[in-house]
């Protein structure tokens, strides 16, 4: 049976047949998601014995109550027209007379990096591998700036869309995001404009500072350090940071992002998240570009940010201990891009002298320690290779890769703070011909190049050991 808030939402739909139908066919499927997912929290008293496989059960009710989620709100706001006059009217072209010479009561720019020059450093073989879906550009300009908006709005969809809107009620390029396929493109193409549906903003008094990017900034550690942080050192770079009363950041659901938040010195009090609040109005919103601007190359300038940040994160003393010198990441936390062969791999790596670690399972300050003291770090490509920012140089770092899946951005950060990279690509199980194919194919790792490789590297070593006991004599 529908609830009353249910019952009084069908009756706002407008009368079109098809309309109401589908939006009350994903409103039975979420009630029901909904439902199933309390009954499996409920379980708790069940034996031992059945308790993983619940708990399983129960994961993927949560996911599936989520998905749905998702779809019930992208239908409602493309159909139901409720709240109209929060849909912008069109673009602040902060640009039109060129990018620092706006300053009107609709907003404030400020200048932070004017035409910033972004190569990527890699090898042509490497180049002429990546992914024809996902080929980086060889070199990019970005006008970084932050824009402060008086009497602004910030709305987002947490994925695809971030609008930052102005009291004259259009939408602020440079610093609003707008995806289409996973690709930046025009402000004008914002999804915002397309939508009926809108929520009250919740009103703060006091400036508001957005860290908000895409969907991956909610919940993947790898955007959260490369999409979400380093706004901070805009910010900071402007000398607007002691202006700022909030913080409107993605989530804080994972602990990697408290503690990142925490360890910057940002407190809890100052934070609003926006997968509670989605629709934001303040005295002032402030806003950056985004670090990587419209583009997926990794400035020089957010390596050096997360580096001196982080750098003496840990006190002396705390975290004592000794760690492996040899680690290599696993997936295994991961639902894809596993890899196949994984049990073959860490036991020819164990005789190499690697440790297995998860990333995931470890806290910011025990990430810092590991790789800030690992000589080799040996992964397939994915989100817990960003560690590789707490690497000290010449640290040597192997990547391993689907032929099918071979992106950015770790081979673009790893000469931009001094690692000695390599990688392997490895034959594909099957053709991929797009990244969302790509995000979900495993990997079967070819064990005997990476051995191979590393031999290497082991002779390096033992040059440098002869070198060094020669100076020595």
């Not at 309390?38 to 496989?53: C, G, I, M, T």
């Not at 289409?180 to 009250?200: A, W």
């Not at 696993?330 to 596993?338: E, G, L, Q």
């Not at 031999?455 to 390096?460: E, I, L, N, R, V």
Request: hydrophobic letters at 40%; charged letters at 25%.
């Amino acid at each position: 049976m529908l609830d009353k808030n249910v019952t009084r939402f069908l009756s706002s739909i407008p009368t079109e047949k098809s309309v109401r139908n589908n939006v009350c066919n994903i409103i039975y499927i979420f009630i029901i998601a909904r439902e199933a997912s309390a009954l499996n929290s409920s379980l708790a008293a069940v034996s031992a014995r059945s308790q993983e496989r619940l708990l399983r059960k129960e994961d993927h009710m949560k996911t599936l109550y989520h998905k749905i989620n998702r779809r019930f709100k992208k239908i409602v706001q493309r159909f139901v027209p409720h709240n109209t006059r929060y849909r912008p009217s069109g673009v602040c072209k902060i640009n039109a007379e060129g990018i620092f010479s706006t300053n009107s009561s609709e907003l404030i720019v400020h200048p932070v990096y004017e035409n910033e020059l972004t190569r990527l450093d890699i090898p042509d073989a490497l180049f002429e591998a990546c992914s024809d879906y996902w080929k980086p550009k060889r070199e990019v300009l970005t006008d970084y700036i932050i824009a402060e908006i008086p009497s602004g709005r910030v709305y987002t969809d947490n994925e695809s869309s971030v609008a930052i809107v102005t009291k004259y009620n259009r939408v602020v390029e440079n610093v609003s995001l707008s995806l289409v396929d996973g690709k930046v493109v025009e402000p004008n193409l914002n999804n915002i404009f397309e939508q009926r549906y809108f929520s009250i903003p919740k009103r703060v008094k006091g400036t508001v500072f957005t860290l908000l990017t895409g969907g991956a900034g909610l919940n993947n550690i790898s955007h959260w350090f490369l999409d979400v942080l380093p706004r901070l050192h805009l910010l900071k770079e402007s000398g607007l940071y002691d202006r700022v009363d909030y913080f409107l950041v993605p989530s804080l659901r994972y602990d990697y992002q408290r503690e990142t938040l925490e360890l910057l010195g940002i407190p809890a009090e100052k934070i609003i998240t926006s997968d509670t609040c989605p629709h934001l109005a303040a005295d002032c919103i402030i806003a950056s570009t985004a670090p990587r601007g419209n583009h997926t190359l990794v400035p020089v300038w957010l390596c050096d940010f997360i580096q001196n940040a982080f750098s003496n994160a840990i006190p002396e003393g705390e975290l004592p201990g000794l760690y492996p010198s040899r680690i290599y990441i696993s997936r295994k936390d991961s639902k894809m891009r596993n890899v196949i062969n994984e049990i073959q791999l860490e036991k020819e790596l164990k005789a190499q002298g690697f440790e297995t670690i998860v990333s995931s399972q470890l806290s910011i300050k025990e990430k810092i320690k590991i790789f800030s003291q690992a000589e080799v770090v040996v992964s397939a490509t994915g989100a817990g290779l960003i560690n590789m920012l707490f690497c000290k140089p010449g640290t040597r770092l192997i990547e391993i890769f689907n032929e099918g899946f071979v992106i950015e951005p770790f081979y673009d950060i790893a000469p931009k703070i001094g690692l000695d990279y390599d990688y392997i690509i490895c034959e594909g199980i099957r053709p991929i011909t797009n990244a969302s194919q790509g995000q979900r194919e495993d990997v079967l790792v070819d064990i005997e190049r990476l051995l191979q490789l590393l031999k290497k590297d082991t002779a390096k070593d033992k040059r440098q050991s002869v070198v060094g006991a020669a100076y020595t004599d």
